[in-house]
T-cell receptor, first 118, second 111 residues
Framework: GAVVSQHPSRVICKSGTSVKIECRSLDFQATTMFWYRQFPKQSLMLMATSNEGSKATYEQGVEKDKFLINHASLTLSTLTVTSAHPEDSSFYIC??????????????FGPGTRLTVL | GESVGLHLPTLSVQEGDNSIINCAYSNSASDYFIWYKQESGKGPQFIID?????DKRQGQRVTVLLNKTVKHLSLQIAATQPGDSAVYFC??????????FGTGTRLKVLA
């Protein structure tokens, strides 16, 4: 099956620094990737939709200047949390939609990245 | 707004028994539904999906039922095992390739 990886799996940073999280589709091309945030004991909340070669579409309430998304290739999307603060601490999960199978809506999820901001 | 919700936040089941996890959705235009399993500290794992032109779909030990009349979705797990312990989410396709996730149900399998 389709595999999505994320790097790093865990990151701890100081308040005010920026953190970059990578999401890769390992064995398929993804025209669309999604970034989610999940707080403890809560559901996944979609942050943004990332399309290869174009600007990301952010959900209401998500600051685009704080959460920078780049989808430079069909297998890589990055999320940069800029000037991170403790309230940004969360579990960030990406998913990818496989290219070419437009009739297929299945998203494949990455293993997540645990961000802790001190 | 549109939402997908679950009736029970926690479900405890004896090992070997069948589990039923329920989900209610509100968007009658949704045409694709997915169940995911999430273990602690990991990303969601696809379990089974169903399209709105079906009312039942079976996988290995799992069955998803869709009742469009009452906008209800359920996941049945047969012969529940300790490894089934996790949080289960239903997700709804809103038609723009974006998934709307339910609040989740924690399944606890009792030995």
């Amino acid at each position: 099956g389709a595999v999505v990886s994320q790097h790093p799996s865990r990151v701890i940073c100081k308040s005010g620094t920026s953190v970059k999280i990578e999401c890769r589709s390992l064995d398929f091309q993804a025209t669309t990737m999604f970034w989610y945030r999940q707080f403890p004991k809560q559901s996944l909340m979609l942050m943004a939709t990332s399309n290869e070669g174009s600007k990301a579409t952010y959900e209401q309430g998500v600051e685009k200047d704080k959460f920078l998304i780049n989808h430079a290739s069909l297998t890589l999307s990055t999320l940069t949390v800029t000037s991170a603060h403790p309230e940004d601490s969360s579990f960030y999960i990406c998913s990818a939609r496989e290219r070419g199978k437009e009739g297929t809506d299945t998203q494949y999820f990455g293993p997540g990245t645990r961000l802790t901001v001190l | 707004g549109e939402s997908v919700g679950l009736h029970l936040p926690t479900l405890s089941v004896q090992e070997g028994d069948n589990s039923i996890i329920n989900c209610a959705y509100s968007n009658s235009a949704s045409d694709y539904f997915i169940w995911y399993k999430q273990e602690s500290g990991k990303g969601p794992q696809f379990i089974i999906d169903i399209r709105s032109n079906m009312d039942k779909r079976q996988g290995q030990r799992v069955t998803v039922l869709l009742n469009k009349t009452v906008k209800h979705l359920s996941l049945q797990i047969a012969a529940t095992q300790p490894g089934d312990s996790a949080v289960y989410f239903c997700a709804e396709n809103s038609g723009t390739y974006k998934y709307i996730f339910g609040t989740g149900t924690r399944l606890k399998v009792l030995a």
